[in-house]
């Protein structure tokens, strides 16, 4: 549809996001709801590049992220009827499923650590309109704050989440006490956590 | 629950990004399984991944991946949620316990009052994980930390300078913290404690336990 697509070309970033983020959120629930393959390819374009990036920034191969990926996308597809609002946006949900799949990976022997994680959200509860809404917005208010933050916080979240690297680690690279890594990654998330709950 | 001693916003991150060492990190998500205040942090704490996610640099599949995976599809059902638990222990534990309740732990006794088990943990981790049993009125001598130690209550009660810790407080302590906590509810004050591992930290559970059993 060329006119949508103008009409988005004229809208702000920050829009545009948040329809992309509505969009996705609508993949998911048919996803849940119908089986819809369809709908599960838009949600596979759009995040297994993203994940396979990630899986590569953290030391995997290109093979073991292609197989890793793919895993993590048939995770996605069984439990998206588990999704809720409550779990955070649909990336923050796709983030945590790629996590989980690849910590219980490397850890295997009882290790399902972040799979308890995933017990004690709040059950079916029917998304009122402002919280899907909201959970639209969260990825892009995050990114927006992610960019606003100083560069020494962001460095150490980026380090943190992309990059794998425990606290210890990163100030043994940096050559800077744990206590001031510690203390500079609170000050980035407690500005994004205000954010956070002035949209929710 | 009503929870006074919460996990830092650093051990909150470490959690979500998925860089927390596995015996903090089974301590840690104890803690938000019984503590509602914590697990919307945690999310928040999530919400940085989903972000960075979003706003992130694309590595393209393989059109051979994405048919497979298209493929598969048919063959897998959707996940269910899990049945309830019957456990009296937070799941993250119960899973690390292998379904061991507390009354069928096999306690070493390392002084009158004092006993520790040592939960297994996978090959090649970085932290220990023990369960601590303190009997009522015990005193532990003060000590430091060698290195990050995230303690939470189970059953019973301690008190230190930070105050009394109650079933599910958590004591997220660094290296350099000194306490001296005191089992004082009349009861046995049973913790479970992450350490990072005695290769990198040999003297933890020395210094602990050395005025008791002279390790």
């Known amino acids: 549809m060329p006119q949508l697509q103008l009409y988005q070309s004229l809208m702000p970033k920050l829009d545009r996001d948040t329809v992309l983020a509505e969009k996705l959120a609508q993949a998911l629930s048919r996803v849940a709801q119908f089986r819809d393959r369809e709908a599960f390819a838009t949600l596979f374009d759009h995040f297994a590049p993203r994940i396979k990036y990630f899986l590569m920034r953290k030391g995997s191969n290109a093979e073991q992220a292609e197989d890793l990926v793919q ?3 048939i995770a996605i597809w069984s439990k998206a009827a588990l ?51 909201a959970r639209a917005q969260e990825d892009t208010a995050v990114s927006r704050a992610l960019a606003q933050i100083p560069e020494e916080q962001r460095q150490l979240l980026i380090l943190s989440y992309v990059d794998d690297v425990p606290q ?20 980035g998330y407690q500005r994004l956590r205000k954010i956070l709950e002035q949209i929710s | 629950m009503n929870l006074s001693h919460h996990l830092d916003d650093a051990t909150l991150l470490a959690l979500a990004s998925g860089t927390i060492a596995h015996a903090h990190g089974i301590v840690a998500a ?37 048919a497979a995976t298209l493929a598969s599809l048919d063959g897998v059902a959707p996940a269910q ?19 061991l309740n507390l009354d069928q732990i096999k306690w070493k006794k390392k002084a009158p009052g004092v006993a520790l088990f040592d939960v297994p943990m996978p090959k090649g981790s970085t932290s220990a994980l023990k369960l601590l049993s303190i009997g009522p009125g015990r005193v532990m001598p003060e000590h430091g930390h060698g290195g990050e130690e995230l303690t939470m209550v189970l059953k019973g009660s301690y008190t230190d300078h930070m105050g009394t810790f109650g079933p599910g407080d958590v004591a997220d302590l660094d290296d350099t913290v000194e306490h001296t906590p005191v089992a004082d509810s009349g009861e046995t004050c049973i913790c479970l404690v ?22």
Request: neutral net charge; glycine residues 6%; charged residues 30%.
């Open chain 1, 71 to 73: 895993e993590a996308m």
């Open chain 1, 83 to 133: 999704y809720s609002p409550e779990k955070g946006s649909v990336a923050t949900w796709a983030f945590t499923v790629a996590r989980n799949l690849r910590i219980d990976r490397l850890r295997r022997e009882r290790a399902q650590l972040y799979e308890t994680l995933e017990d004690f959200d709040a059950e079916d509860e029917t998304p009122s309109a402002h919280e899907s809404l």
């Open chain 1, 168 to 187: 210890s680690e990163i100030a043994q690279r940096l050559k800077i006490p744990l206590g001031t890594v510690k203390s500079r990654m609170r000050l």
């Open chain 2, 30 to 66: 104890s803690h938000v399984a019984l503590c509602p205040a914590c697990a919307k942090a945690l999310r928040n704490a999530e919400a940085i991944g989903g972000g960075l996610l979003a706003e992130g640099e694309l590595e393209p599949v393989s059109d051979m991946a994405r």
């Open chain 2, 81 to 99: 949620r899990k049945p309830v638990r019957k456990s009296e222990l937070p799941a993250a534990l119960d899973h690390a316990l292998g379904g």
């Open chain 2, 194 to 215: 992450a350490v990072e591992a005695p290769t990198r930290f040999k003297s933890v559970w020395a210094r602990l336990f050395q005025p008791f059993v002279g390790i």
